[in-house]
Nanobody
């Protein structure tokens, strides 16, 4: 059973940067595709980015060019570098793990989820 724990969230001014980390325990993540999702108040979980076991990445259009997902399997850790943050990026950010054949854009198809970390962008 893989446990995921996010860290690195906080309060930042618009235009600033944050780096989220997601550390796995209880099992290796090297064979999983890893996803980042976010949930703003009153909204559903929104796909943000995915980094596959092969290190290939995909992003939602809203964060392309600003966010970078990466992974270090030796450390069982996944990262989300967030630059040029906007007010609309405010949300709870989650990492999650999915098998290589699952739909990486669908929150419900992931096997494991972290507890989330709050990111608040202020003006």
């Amino acid at each position: 059973q893989v446990q995921l724990m996010e860290s690195g969230g906080g309060l930042v001014q618009a235009g600033g940067s944050l780096r989220l980390s997601c550390e796995a325990s209880g099992g290796a993540i090297s064979t999983y595709d890893m996803g980042w999702f976010r949930q703003a108040p009153g909204k559903d979980h929104e796909f943000v980015a995915t980094v596959r076991w092969s290190n290939a990445t995909k992003y939602t259009d809203a964060v392309k060019g600003r966010f970078t997902a990466s992974r270090d399997d030796a450390k069982s850790t996944v990262y989300l570098q967030m630059n040029s943050l906007k007010l609309e990026d405010t949300a709870v950010y989650y990492c999650a793990a999915i098998g290589p054949t699952g739909n990486r854009y669908n929150w419900n198809e992931y096997y494991y989820w972290g507890q989330g970390t709050q990111v608040t962008v202020s003006s």
